[in-house]
């Protein structure tokens, strides 16, 4: 590129607004070959600077980038390096047309569809290339007078094809037309609406008719409050002693609700730790957990308190233990350090839920949720994230949406992810916009979709949403003032349990069931590994059943450390993970296995 002296700072402009070479500038005070190179590599990024048409700041930004990429070391050689890699990436600045004049208004906040939207000349490779060499952000999408004309009030008159979800959040990337990608895999797939699995598991084939609309007083949406974070809190202030008297809590109510329950009350003695010698058949209650680094037959130990002693589960026909269970034990521990277990309990399971009736605590306000059950209910259930691996252009949520207006449920059910933040273009920075935009536009494509049906949306957060908290259990997702004004949305925390109509439901986007499988010991009874083989799915629907025995959306203890990215459990918050009752339905969201059971 030719030399572009608009481009040339002074030799203090550059020393101080690149760290790199400025802590050249300080050793070159010691003279000799250290002075020499920094007047060298001083000279050399001012070369670079007018060559590239690069401010300092932008300078500094590819350093930073490529020495991080390359682990290079700031000098003479480096910059032979950098001056190449600048080349490849192709630097231009953006050139940035207003379309009219935009008045400076504090309050004012820009969207896609604005008249005044900035746009973004398309000979040029992108601000965005001037730090990294990613492909350049999309163009600002123009909207259409028409568009501004509709309104929300006219929103039911819009053909259901105007209102589908946009290429909001890809960037200007095309496959190549001979690449095989996940969008074009999906795009092309031979099976949509092939049902996978059906319960009861009889012969099942989805409906295509239209299913017609129905009344929104039909639909009753409540949230169970004793379950949840409903409102933000203050986390990462745990201490030992806190996470302690959690556990604690928790082991110690549930191993009373299953010795109440298995009629273990007289054979228990509270007042003997679990490591005095006993020479005849007792029940002792803990924790189970593990000396090693998984658990199974060699390394289970019951704990109680901060006590430990070695189980023999040898001669339990089956079994299917997690670290963290909470346990009442019947065996022999003759030597005080070595429990021979001859029965093992961990269900604490409670009843499902009961309507009230008139008189009973039941709000006359409020409609008879046993008429409610009663009658016919559809919900729609789906899990993110929406998109495929290899763009943002949500085509699996657009098919969920035309099934929901052709089905027409009582309610929706969306699980996050939203935003995946472990998708490439969102590890890569290359959306176009703040994520919480996109967001909002995400979620006021969906339930202005939908406004026109009298389905509720129901929202669950996920670890894995880029515009949340990232801790369990978690709050409900915050909708602005904009999105309030939908009234066909409702946000509830992660875990949740709420009742549609008087049918309860439990909903959990952490994958509690993958997080209890890597610390699961599991021993099938001969009659049924004799009979037909179930595969890993009988494996993996056993351990939703802990989820019901234990009262607890995450009863698994230790969580995964949060190195895993996977889990951030705050045990302050740890009993809002309780369950109040038996959901009638429990859905989880899970890497493993599907199953229906």
């Known amino acids: ?115 005044d939207v900035m746009e973004v000349d398309d000979d040029d490779s992108g601000f965005a290339s001037a730090f990294s060499p990613l492909p350049k952000l999309s163009p600002a999408i123009k909207s259409s007078p028409s568009s501004k004309k509709r309104g929300r009030e006219s929103i039911e008159q819009i053909k259901f094809e105007d209102t589908k979800l946009p290429e909001l959040l890809s960037p200007a990337v095309n496959p190549s037309a001979g690449s095989i990608t996940t969008s074009r895999q999906y795009l092309e797939r031979k099976d949509a609406g092939k049902v ?62 299953i010795v109440t329950k298995h009629s273990l009350t007289e054979l228990i003695d509270k007042t003997r730790a679990i490591n005095v010698p006993h020479q005849e058949s007792s029940v002792y209650v803990g924790e189970l957990t593990s000396e090693g680094e998984g658990l199974n037959e060699k390394t289970i130990q019951l704990a109680s308190g901060h006590i430990r002693v070695r189980l023999d589960i040898a001669d339990l026909p089956s079994y299917s233990l997690f670290c963290g269970q909470a346990v009442a034990i019947k065996g022999l521990n003759g030597m005080g350090t070595r429990i021979v277990v001859e029965s093992l309990h961990h269900d604490a399971a409670l009843p499902h839920f009961v309507p009230p009736k008139l008189g009973e605590g039941a709000d006359e306000d409020e409609p008879d949720e046993t008429e409610l059950r009663s009658q016919q209910l559809r919900v729609m259930v789906a899990a993110g994230p929406f998109s495929t691996r290899d763009d943002l252009r949500y085509y699996p949520l657009n098919d969920l949406l035309d099934k929901v207006h052709q089905r027409k449920p009582h309610a929706l059910i969306l699980m996050g992810p939203f935003i995946d933040a472990d998708h490439p273009d969102v590890v890569g920075c290359t959306i176009d916009r703040p994520f919480e935009d996109a967001f909002e536009e995400i979620i006021e494509k969906i339930a202005s979709h939908l406004e026109n049906l009298s389905t509720r949306i129901v929202l669950v957060p996920s670890l894995r949403d880029v515009v949340h908290d990232y801790v369990f259990p978690q709050p409900p997702l915050e909708l602005n003032a904009k999105l309030r004004q939908f009234t066909n949305i409702e946000c509830v925390p992660n875990p949740s349990m709420i009742r549609i109509n008087g049918v309860s439901f439990g909903l959990i986007s952490n994958d509690v069931l993958k997080h209890m499988m890597s610390q699961v010991a599991y021993k099938e009874a001969k009659a049924a590994a004799g009979a037909a083989q179930s595969g890993g799915s009988e494996r993996v629907s056993s351990l939703s059943q802990h989820v019901i025995n234990q009262r607890s959306f995450y009863p ?42």
């Open 1 to 115: 590129p030719a030399m572009n002296r608009d481009f040339i700072p002074e030799d203090d402009e550059l020393a101080d607004g690149f760290e790199a070479l400025a802590k050249m500038r300080k050793e070159s005070a010691k003279g000799g070959q250290a002075e020499a190179d920094y007047l060298h590599c001083l000279s050399r990024c001012k070369d670079l600077c007018s060559r590239h048409r690069l401010t300092v700041a932008q300078l500094a930004n590819n350093w930073e980038s490529l020495s991080l990429q390359q682990n290079l070391k700031f000098g003479r050689d480096a910059l032979a390096r950098f001056d190449t890699y600048l080349r490849t990436s192709a630097q231009t600045p953006v050139k940035i047309k207003p379309t009219k004049n935009i008045k400076s208004d504090p309050n004012r906040s820009f969207k896609a569809d604005d008249d």
């Open 196 to 257: 996978l699995q059906a319960f009861p598991a009889t012969e099942m084939s989805l409906p295509t008719e239209v299913t017609p609309n129905f009344d929104p007083d039909e639909v009753h949406v409540r949230v169970e409050d004793s379950t949840g974070a409903h409102k933000p809190y203050r986390y990462m202030f745990d201490t030992v002693q806190a996470k302690d008297s959690a556990v604690q809590s928790h082991v110690t109510k549930l191993t009373d609700a």
């Open 556 to 597: 698994v203890r230790p969580s995964p450390s949060a190195s895993s990215g996977e889990c951030q459990l705050d045990f302050a918050q740890w009993s809002k993970c309780d369950l109040p009752y038996t959901p009638d339905v429990l859905l989880f969201v899970s890497s493993l296995p599907t199953f229906v059971k």
